[in-house]
């Protein structure tokens, strides 16, 4: 019997080690920005840009947007069920001449994001991005 103790606590273990990889992959997607634009409050230059996540709760996620020197965390509260796909869209508003993120179809996490317009980018009484040019940028992701 002491023989058998061991074996089952080695092959516990490595059970879990071999699992630990599995939970460790988080969903990310990447995207190339065609030119600045405004996430929130972070200025991010055109460039390529990877984004990770922390695989999200019921009701929020927290994006790590990584490109071009700039680690960004931005909170993402309620979202929309979408479809799971491998692609995506990352919608940019034209606000005075300043791009702004307003919309994420992230179809790596099923989910469909909408950002609010910074008050300091707010011209008009009544604002609403939908007024503005917009800009798709492509999205693809693994989950």
């Known amino acids: 019997m002491t023989i058998t103790k061991p074996l089952f606590s080695v092959a516990l273990l490595a059970a879990a080690i071999a699992a630990v990889p599995a939970h460790a992959q988080s969903p990310r997607a990447t995207f190339t920005l065609p030119i600045q634009a405004q996430w929130g409050s972070a200025v991010l230059p055109a460039g390529d840009y990877t984004i990770l996540t922390d695989g999200g709760t019921t009701t929020s996620h927290i994006l790590k947007v990584q490109g071009e020197g700039k680690n960004v965390l931005i909170l993402a509260g309620p979202f929309d069920v979408a479809p799971?796909?491998?692609?995506?869209?990352?919608?940019?508003?034209?606000?005075?001449?300043?791009?702004?993120?307003?919309?994420?179809?992230?179809?790596?996490?099923g989910r469909d994001f909408s950002f609010q317009v910074p008050k300091t980018l707010r011209t008009e009484k009544g604002f609403t991005a939908a007024a503005y040019d917009k800009l798709e940028v492509p999205v693809s992701g693994t989950r």
């Open 84 to 109: 799971f796909s491998g692609t995506g869209a990352l919608e940019l508003r034209n606000v005075d001449g300043n791009y702004v993120v307003t919309h994420l179809n992230a179809g790596f996490l």
